[in-house]
């Protein structure tokens, strides 16, 4: 098989067709470039260039269809050489990315994949949806995606073996129906809260909010809560609390006029949104869409 040098040597003959100023084109010697010339013939099989006249040389009928077929060949691979450095910078390729559903009621995921694509514009995003956080850091913790965008509670196990970047906090606090008693009452008791029946997502699905809630009812009102409905999506809760079915504890929404948040009773706790990774994933494009994530 021909070698790129040979090739190389090939291509410049063509064009100047004349030994001595293509071997100082290559800077190389006429007797090297001559070698050069008659092993590229012995692979090819045929002559390809006519010696006949020593001062003009020209290309034989085989030569002319050699060059038309070869002389794209340093075009493409400089091509390749380029796509693959755009590769190794993390320009190219796929980025796989799953979200938890509740990360969206406090996370802008749009905006974000936006500023992604208008920095890397052939990075193929492909996005999935999940029910819980729990789930899709199991998702990304076996390799099924490069990328996680989980809601957080500090201390979770969700994120166990990940190495994770936070985005934003949002508090968490009592959610009421603008109708309730309690929801304007102007010193709320922790007490209070234990003849209330709630709205809580299924222990499955947010394990650690659940566990935070039980702890708190426990500490403050020595009962379990009444559990009356569970929800599974902000949303879902959300619309319950609304139609008066229950009290909630969710990431506040100020945009609420029909939901009145009180956060005295469990100040302090709050939730992160993050994005999360597997360490060993060496993704060039990963490490790319990170950077872009403001904390």
Not at 221 to 234: F, K
Request: net charge positive; glycine share 4%; charged share 25%.
């Amino acid at each position: 098989m021909a070698t790129f040098k040979q090739i190389r040597n090939f291509l410049t003959l063509a064009q100047e067709l004349h030994f001595a100023r293509a071997a100082e084109t290559l800077g190389i010697s006429q007797a090297a470039l001559s070698a050069e010339i008659r092993k590229l013939e012995q692979n090819v099989g045929c002559q390809l260039f006519d010696r006949s006249d020593r001062w003009q040389i020209r290309l034989t009928d085989a030569g002319s269809a050699y060059l038309q077929h070869i002389s794209p060949l340093p075009e493409l691979l400089d091509n390749a050489r380029e796509a693959a450095k755009r590769a190794v910078r993390g320009e190219t390729g796929e980025l796989s990315i799953v979200v938890a559903n509740t990360v969206y009621d406090s996370l802008d995921v749009g905006r974000l994949f936006r500023r992604m694509h208008d920095k890397y514009p052939q990075v193929k995003l492909k996005i999935q949806d999940r029910l819980s956080s729990p789930q899709s850091a199991e998702l990304v913790r076996t390799g099924e995606f490069d990328a996680g965008l989980l809601a957080y509670f500090h201390q979770s196990s969700s994120v166990d073996g990940l190495r994770y970047k936070k985005i934003m906090d949002t508090k968490i606090a009592f959610a009421f129906p603008a109708s309730h008693p309690l929801a304007r009452k102007k010193h709320l008791r922790p007490e209070e809260l234990c003849k209330c029946s709630f709205v809580m997502p299924p222990r499955a699905e947010a394990p650690l909010l659940r566990s935070n809630f039980d702890e708190f009812f426990i500490s403050k009102c020595h009962t379990a809560p009444q559990i009356s409905h569970e929800a599974v999506g902000l949303h879902a809760i959300r619309q319950l609390v609304r139609a008066g079915l229950g009290v909630s504890l969710i990431p506040v929404d100020n945009r609420e006029k029909n939901i009145v948040f009180r956060s005295e009773p469990v100040s302090g706790l709050q939730r992160s949104i993050i994005i999360a990774w597997d360490g060993n994933n060496h993704s060039s494009a990963l490490h790319n869409f990170i950077s872009l994530v403001d904390a």
